[in-house]
């Protein structure tokens, strides 16, 4: 199993920055891949940005070019930096790992932290 703990949400202005972190409870070089998802009001889960344990990224269209996903191998984390922070970026984050166990895909996620981004 892996909990996941983010952190760093918060209200910015737009065009402003945020910094968001995700905690993982055992060595992200035993989790193949984890990213970053968001959810607005009345919208689905998206994908905003996702790394793999090979350091491969790929990100969201709406994203690229203004966010950026890292990892951190020693201290088990994974961050978002948020640049040039629109309105529509408003939502839940929320961090997810996904691993394979046994042939087993298993998805993990955490419990969310808020981004609002004002006009």
């Known amino acids: 199993q892996v909990q996941l703990v983010e952190s760093g949400g918060g209200l910015v202005q737009a065009g402003g920055s945020l910094r968001l972190a995700c905690a993982a409870s055992?060595?992200?070089?035993?989790?193949?891949?984890m990213g970053w998802y968001r959810q607005g009001p009345g919208s689905q889960r998206e994908l905003v940005a996702t790394?793999?344990?090979?350091?491969?990224?790929n990100y969201a269209d709406s994203v690229k070019g203004r966010f950026t996903i890292s990892r951190d191998n020693a201290k088990n984390t994974v961050d978002l930096q948020m640049n040039s922070l629109k309105p529509e970026d408003s939502a839940v984050y929320y961090c997810?790992?996904?691993?394979?166990?046994?042939?087993?895909?298993?998805?993990?996620w955490g419990q969310g932290t808020q981004v609002t981004v004002s006009s």
């Open positions: 997810n790992a996904v691993v394979v166990e046994l042939g087993t895909l298993r998805n993990y």
């Open positions: 055992r060595s992200i070089l035993t989790i193949n891949a």
């Open positions: 790394i793999t344990s090979r350091g491969t990224t």
